[in-house]
């Protein structure tokens, strides 16, 4: 059993890969609209008289694709499973809800330390970058990006969950990714943006903006926020407040919109689980557009019909044995 777990993860996996590099617009969006931005604002810094780059940019450009990476990109990846039907067909087995989400979170956080590895190693072919790389305060910059990478995926789940179209899930991520890439410090430098404050009481409004806060202090080792206040004046610990608070709400959420999807979905399907079982794995063979991704499947249902079949026939066999003893009595 453990091996057809093992199997599974590694197939649910290649499909998300499949599905992924197939996505000419995931890819553009998601690695080179934030790499071409901050190669711009580190090429030609200063060059405005009245627009300062941030010495912070590469912090906002890693936020920034964290955000598109692990919130918009995955926001469709959850989208299309569960339009597919693709949910309903595994967790109509004895499949374990948890590993196949496990595997979803992971390739998307694979895909994002892919892109912030490059963003990093883009950044340091300027010298400004290398001397600043030096000092960043890691313990800072890893909290504020551990904490947007978990909210950034809770709330693709709620998002790619709760929307029944995927036109309305793409309005709503765009909001939360084009929003912080003009008011949070890469469209446009910080040090601009808080000239208005109208501008800055506005930015309080995207939840990712505390904890691309918290990553901007950690990279020019500020972690008090004393030079750069951010607008909290002075009271640093409040975006990892707000943080916390915004992640223990939105996991809330969460919880309830799984327990209504997949509670009413066991429901259903005790009652029609010969009628509709299918169905997601058959609208996935229709939409595979690759021999791979056919095969992917294919040896996917195999799996989970191996499964099923074992845990029926221990269903039968302790049925069998309830039927023995009574007729012993």
């Not at 001397?131 to 990478?149: D, H, P």
């Not at 693709?156 to 939360?176: P, T, W």
């Not at 309080?204 to 909290?232: C, H, K, T």
């Not at 996991?251 to 169905?279: A, C, G, P, Q």
């Amino acid at each position: 059993m453990r091996y057809s777990k093992r199997k599974i993860f590694k197939i649910i996996l290649g499909i998300q890969f499949t599905n992924y590099r197939s996505d000419i617009f995931l890819i553009f969006s998601g690695w080179f609209i934030t790499i071409i931005t901050m190669v711009v604002w580190l090429a030609f810094k200063n060059a405005g008289q009245n627009i300062v780059y941030d010495s912070f940019i590469l912090a906002s450009a890693i936020g920034i694709g964290t955000i598109r990476n692990c919130l918009f990109n995955f926001i469709k990846t959850i989208h299309d499973f569960k339009t597919n039907l693709f949910f309903q067909r595994l967790f109509s087995t004895s499949l374990s809800k948890s590993l196949v989400f496990t595997s979803m979170i992971l390739f998307n956080q694979l895909v994002n330390l892919v892109v912030t590895g490059i963003l990093i190693m883009i950044a340091m072919a300027f010298e400004d970058q290398r001397e600043l790389i030096k000092n960043v305060n890691w313990a800072v910059f890893f909290a504020g990006f551990f904490l947007l990478v978990f909210l950034s995926n809770v709330m693709a789940f709620i998002i790619g969950m709760s929307c029944k179209k995927i036109e309305l899930a793409f309005v709503i991520g765009n909001l939360y990714y084009y929003g912080p890439v003009y008011l949070l410090g890469l469209g446009i430098p910080y040090s601009t943006l808080e000239k208005s404050e109208g501008v800055i009481i506005s930015s309080f409004l995207f939840p990712q903006r505390y904890m691309l806060n918290i990553m901007a202090s950690g990279w020019v080792n500020d972690p008090r926020m004393e030079v750069n206040s951010f607008s909290y004046g002075g009271n640093f610990w409040i975006p990892y407040l707000v943080s916390v608070i915004l992640i223990l709400i939105s996991i809330i959420i969460l919880v309830k919109i799984f327990r209504n999807m997949f509670e009413d979905m066991n429901k259903k399907y005790k009652n029609f689980s010969n009628t509709k079982k299918h169905l997601g794995l058959i609208y996935a063979i229709k939409r595979a557009s690759t021999t791979d991704e056919l095969e992917q499947i294919i040896e996917l249902r195999n799996l989970l019909n191996k499964s099923t079949k074992t845990k029926t026939l221990k269903i039968k066999g302790g049925r069998g044995n309830v039927r023995s003893k009574q007729s012993g009595n």
